[in-house]
């Protein structure tokens, strides 16, 4: 089974700043995706960003970009030019590949960023 | 387009009462996924359908819960009696393709209160 690690409860950055949630997870297979997804008060789960294991290449979207570390098991967020809509609950989500198996998000606990003004 | 309705947006019940709540898909998403959000956790998987069969539902507690989603579109969650330990959100989301490596899209969830 996997395991998804968000080591930081709670986190907050002032307005324009930068700030890296960090994540990490545990699994033995070698093809699967990784998500980000904001739960902002509203609860709707709202994705963020999208990683795919064989690609080696960072993924960005706009002022969010991850470090994808492979070897490490590590995948964390930043966030540039923070602003107070970012204000959420941040989740990150791994979803395995394997070969005839339900394909399922696996969520860590999530961390609660505020962005100050 | 429309995306993942739900309802009801919040619920109360004693214990030992039952309660659904109702899941409207993203029209032409053939997988959804019930999740139940307990406070301050990460989302956890209930039940997986694919069209109007059932993928995964290994880790729902079918002694007091169950789901049926009807000609592979809306789709109802039931609790039977209800435990004090069910108080959580429970969202419904969906996804275009049958891997959902795109993600899913979320509905804003059910908020059950069990007193």
């Known amino acids: 089974a996997q395991t998804v690690t968000q080591s930081q409860p709670e986190m907050s950055v002032q307005e324009a700043e930068t700030v890296t949630l960090s994540c990490t997870y545990d699994?033995?297979?070698?093809?699967?995706?990784l998500f980000w997804y904001k739960q902002p008060p509203s609860r709707q789960m709202i994705l963020v960003i999208r990683?795919?294991?064989?690609?080696?290449q960072n993924a960005t979207e706009n002022r969010f970009s991850v470090n994808f570390q492979k070897a490490a098991k590590s995948f964390s967020l930043k966030i540039s030019d923070s602003q107070l809509g970012d204000t959420a609950m941040y989740f990150c989500?791994?979803?395995?590949?394997?070969?005839?198996?339900?394909?399922?998000?696996?969520f860590g606990s999530g961390t609660q960023l505020t962005v100050l003004p | 387009e429309a995306g993942v309705a739900q309802s009801p947006r919040y619920k109360i019940i004693e214990k030992r009462q039952s309660v659904a709540f109702w899941c409207n898909p993203i029209?032409?998403?053939?997988?959804l996924y019930w999740y139940q959000q307990i406070l301050g956790q990460g989302p956890k998987l209930l039940i997986q359908?694919?069209?109007?069969?059932?993928?995964?539902d290994s880790q729902l507690p079918k002694d007091r819960f169950s789901a049926e989603r009807l000609k592979g579109v809306d789709s109802t969650l039931k609790i039977q009696p209800a435990k004090l330990e069910d108080s959580a959100v429970y969202l419904c989301?969906?996804?275009?393709?049958?891997?959902?490596?795109?993600?899913?899209?979320f509905g804003s969830g059910t908020r059950l209160t069990v007193v």
């Open positions: 989301a969906s996804s275009l393709e049958s891997a959902g490596t795109y993600g899913y899209t």
């Open positions: 699994t033995s297979e070698s093809n699967y995706y």
């Open positions: 990683q795919e294991a064989y690609k080696q």
């Open positions: 359908f694919q069209n109007n069969g059932v993928v995964d």
């Open positions: 029209s032409g998403h053939a997988t």
């Open positions: 989500a791994f979803m395995n590949l394997l070969s005839g198996s339900a394909r399922q998000l696996t």
